[in-house]
């Protein structure tokens, strides 16, 4: 399975309108789902979050950051380390089932992992 396989597969959890695969530079690798998503704000934005929380996380001697996640009126953003390079960001509508999308991204960047 490729890249663009398994965010084809994970933009099929229910709820889930868009995700992008970003470098920890901001760049964005790959992504998948509505139009209406800026995937090139998504993926500068979710890094600088991420590095952010990496920074208070050392800071705090807590360890790194493994996985974010923030929401919003309209929606929800999580977004998860996938190994020291990347980060796997989701973004999706407001009333989803967190748990269920907290299980698949976590089995998604797994497969991730392995396939970048």
Do not use: H, P
Request: net charge negative; glycine share 10%.
């Amino acid at each position: 399975m490729n890249t663009r396989q398994v965010l084809n597969n994970l933009i099929e959890v229910e709820g889930i309108i868009g995700v992008v695969f970003v470098g920890r530079d901001g760049f964005v690798i790959e992504s998948a789902g509505e139009n209406r998503i800026d995937t090139e704000a998504v993926g500068a934005l979710v890094t600088i979050a991420f590095n952010a929380y990496e920074r208070m996380g050392k800071g705090l001697n807590l360890g790194a950051a493994t996985q974010i996640m923030s929401e919003f009126e309209r929606s929800m953003v999580m977004a998860v380390a996938v190994g020291e390079e990347a980060i796997l960001a989701v973004v999706a509508v407001a009333n989803a089932n967190l748990g269920s999308i907290r299980f698949q991204v976590k089995r998604y960047s797994r497969e991730l992992a392995t396939v970048t």
